[in-house]
């Protein structure tokens, strides 16, 4: 498969998260005004370099209240750009698609620096996929747009071996506490479900060991191949589109959809060593 290709259909998931990421924060901008919950007069000190650093006069133009609005219109911005690259697939278009890109991963570093707090897995996946997708829209070596794929998809095959293992020694969760445990809390919860699966135990159970077991073998998964790999996909997309409608969180579903197509192109090379 062409890589190209592949990096723009990353590209369209990508594209909207971010667009929704940013829609969130500008409509919620007060809370980044000084007396707001984000305000950047006590952000700034978290960290020398934002409050007495040689650069802190500077980082405090950019983030105080309503300059830093500026970050997520920007990256909106470039997220449009990118979306309209990866649907019309123009040549012409490939360059500037990977310059948006990088532009969005700029913005988002200086929002992290902003304020680093209630950052998740899927922060850090959308990171990783603006990476890859911007090395592989604007290197011309085929060889290494490959490699900026694979490793998109390597980085998803960790992040679901390592939080499987965490919670396959985690006694919460063999024991299926842990879903309906973090469905019954306030800011990540829903609490009817949560009740529910707490009076169904052997449920509770069941869905546990399923995300365990999902995330411990999606590696073993890969190596059957393509069809391993929709295999993970399938189970990915149910898995994350869970969180987003039970708790809240929808920057799992772009974020890690926006891997998949990487993980396909994975796939098609170690399927390719079978035969």
């Not at 934002?50 to 405090?60: I, K, N, V």
């Not at 800011?187 to 869905?207: D, I, M, Q, Y």
């Not at 995330?215 to 790999?229: K, R």
């Amino acid at each position: 498969m062409n890589p190209i290709h592949v990096a723009l259909w990353c590209a369209i998931p990508l594209a909207i998260g971010v667009s929704i990421d940013s829609l969130e924060l500008i409509s919620d901008r007060l809370q980044l005004a000084d007396g707001g919950l984000y305000g950047y007069p006590v952000l700034a000190t978290a960290r020398e370099l934002t409050l007495t650093g040689p650069l802190a006069t500077t980082f405090r133009l950019v983030f105080s209240y309503p300059a830093v609005l500026s970050l997520p219109a920007v990256q909106l911005a470039a997220a449009a750009l990118l979306l309209v690259a990866a649907v019309v697939r123009a040549p012409a278009l490939v360059v500037p698609a990977g310059i948006a890109v990088l532009v969005i991963l700029a913005a988002r570093l200086l929002l992290v620096l902003r304020s680093p707090m209630s950052r998740d897995a899927g922060d850090s996946m959308t990171f990783v996929v603006c990476t890859g997708v911007a090395v592989c829209l604007l290197v011309s070596n085929h060889s290494a747009q490959n490699l900026a794929l694979y490793y998109i998809a390597s980085q998803l095959l960790l992040s679901y071996i390592v939080a499987g293992t965490a919670k396959a020694v985690s006694p919460t969760w063999r024991s299926g506490d842990a879903i309906p445990g973090v469905l019954n809390t306030i800011g990540h919860g829903s609490p009817t479900v949560g009740v529910f699966l707490k009076r169904h135990s052997s449920l509770s159970r069941a869905l546990c060991w399923s995300v365990v077991m999902f995330e411990c073998f999606a590696v073993a998964l890969l190596l059957i191949g393509t069809p391993g790999a929709i295999v993970i996909i399938a189970a990915g997309l149910c898995f994350h589109i869970s969180i987003a409608v039970l708790m809240g969180i929808n920057n799992f579903v772009w974020s890690f959809g926006a891997t998949y197509p990487a993980l396909l192109q994975l796939a098609h090379t170690v399927g390719t060593l079978w035969h």
